[in-house]
């Protein structure tokens, strides 16, 4: 129950942050760039919400079996968080390079930005998440 609860709350926790960040923040850094890439049809649609919630699910277990199988039964808070930041800067990292290499329209300051944003992403979905079972789910 508690890693159910744990997954859980990470993929709510991923996709909550993500929703914020490209409705009230990232949007301006990415619209130039998405507007060129974007198809109108509606299969198309589908298959990027599919290939969306797949990322998110694939995400969500990356945090789960690389960062807190190893630290849900420790009391290191902290040291998750900046575990956290670091995978999401290296996670992060390698994906905003490999833009920088195939994609024109892709700059530098915005694999920055995202880089950046991936770490924060990370870490966050990585501690809160693992906080939030300790809490709720501790006498199991």
Known sequence: MKYLFLIVTTFLCIILLEWFWFSF??????????????????QSYINNTTALL???????????FFIHLEYIHKTLGWKVFFRGLLFGFFLFGIMNLSNLTVMHQWT????????VWGMFLTAVCTAFPLSLTRYFCSKY
Not at 30 to 39: K, L, Q, V
Not at 108 to 115: C, E, G, R
């Open 25 to 42: 923040i990232g949007f301006k850094y990415y619209e130039s760039i998405f507007d060129t890439m974007r198809h109108p049809d509606a």
């Open 54 to 64: 797949l990322t998110y699910i694939l995400f969500t277990f990356y945090i789960f």
């Open 108 to 115: 530098f300051h915005l694999a920055v930005i995202d880089t």
